[in-house]
């Protein structure tokens, strides 16, 4: 079992529609959970950080965390085409550790 | 503006051949991480530096090696490139402390091996 898994998609939702990606993980050690977008043929992109359970608003993308779950969620309001990327999330535990990501979902929006 | 560069966007190379990948950032970054990204396995962390002249093996360090001379620079060498080491490379730097968790990516490289 991978410690994070994240569902590839793809996913086509048409423009103005909220989208919700997802990340469940196995490891109660993370505390620390980012989102990365990624467009094509271009390195990922710090999106959202979030440290420990709770939600952060940044516009129109929210991140939520559920620790007790091993749950995190990307929201992203009133999608656009420009949102079209795929999305990674991260995670991490205390200290200076390296990062475990899931493999990425695809994110397609239709004008 | 932070900025993570890779030498070559594109490569093709043949097998057998040594390569290698060159990382700079500009941020004065401690930590430098390369990863591989392949479709349907994410990035998987090949070797990482947490300082000068210092690497730590990463999940898939094997067919691969490092080298860091200077802060802002991490090299990744293929010793013997093979057909399975086709994939996408990405380069990233961090800063220990606060939001250290933080990684900037650089653009990547694609290398294509025959």
């Known amino acids: 079992q991978k410690e994070v898994e994240q569902d590839p998609g793809p996913l086509s939702v048409p423009e103005g529609a909220i989208v919700s990606l997802n990340c469940t993980y196995s490891?109660?050690?993370?505390?620390?959970f980012m989102w990365y977008r990624q467009y094509s043929r271009k390195g990922p992109e710090l999106l959202m950080y979030?440290?420990?359970?709770g939600n952060k608003e940044d516009g129109r993308f929210t991140a939520q965390v559920d620790k007790s779950s091993k749950y995190i969620s990307l929201f992203i309001r009133d999608s656009q085409p420009s949102d079209s990327a795929t999305y990674l999330c991260?995670?991490?535990?205390?200290?200076?550790?390296?990062?475990?990501f899931g493999t990425g979902t695809r994110l397609t929006i239709i004008p | 503006d932070v900025k993570v560069t890779q030498s070559s966007r594109y490569l093709v190379k043949r097998t057998g051949e040594k390569v290698f990948l060159e990382c700079v950032q500009d941020?004065?970054?401690?930590?430098m991480f390369w990863y591989r990204q392949d479709p349907g396995l994410g990035l998987r962390l090949i070797y990482f530096s947490y300082d000068v002249k210092m690497k730590e093996k990463g999940d898939i360090p094997e067919g691969y090696s490092v080298s860091r001379e200077k802060k802002e620079r991490f090299s990744l060498i293929l010793e013997s490139a093979s057909t399975n080491q086709t994939s996408m490379y990405l380069c990233?730097?961090?800063?220990?402390?606060?939001?250290?968790?933080?990684?900037?990516f650089g653009p990547g490289t694609r290398l294509l091996v025959l």
């Open positions: 941020m004065d970054h401690e930590n």
């Open positions: 979030t440290y420990s359970s």
């Open positions: 991260a995670m991490s535990g205390r200290g200076n550790e390296k990062l475990t």
């Open positions: 990233a730097s961090s800063l220990p402390g606060t939001y250290q968790e933080t990684q900037y």
């Open positions: 490891n109660s050690a993370f505390q620390y």
